[in-house]
């Protein structure tokens, strides 16, 4: 099993940073992807960053890159997303999940992941 906590969320202006992290336990969660999503309120849930387990590689949504960058710390089984040049699109609920299948490519689809935080809130005022 994989237990997911997400913190770090707030309100911040426009222009304005966070960095999001999700604490893992469970002992194969280093051997899992991991993606950080969003869901704002009416719409559907989307990705907006994911890496490899070992995190040789990322994925970003198109209207977060060049401005977040997911990181991951395996000996720590933390995962970060750094966010910059925030703007009010960026409001919603942000999840950690980590995927189904071991040492898999990073996935788009919520449905390859198993594993959820509870989410935290960003809130970006403009």
């Known amino acids: 099993q994989v237990q997911l906590v997400e913190s770090g969320g707030g309100l911040v202006q426009a222009g304005g940073s966070l960095r999001l992290s999700c604490a893992a336990s469970g002992r194969t969660f280093s051997s899992r992807a991991a993606g950080w999503f969003r869901q704002a309120p009416g719409k559907e849930r989307e990705l907006v960053a994911a890496?490899?387990?070992?995190?040789?590689?990322?994925y970003y949504a198109g209207s977060v890159k060049g401005r977040f960058t997911i990181s991951r710390d395996g000996a720590e089984k933390m995962v970060y997303l750094q966010m910059t040049s925030l703007n009010p699109e960026d409001t919603a609920v942000y999840y950690c999940a980590a995927s189904r299948s071991y040492y898999s490519a990073p996935s788009s689809s919520s449905a390859d992941y198993d594993y959820w935080g509870q989410g935290t809130q960003v809130t970006v005022s403009s």
């Open positions: 890496i490899t387990w070992n995190g040789a590689s990322t």
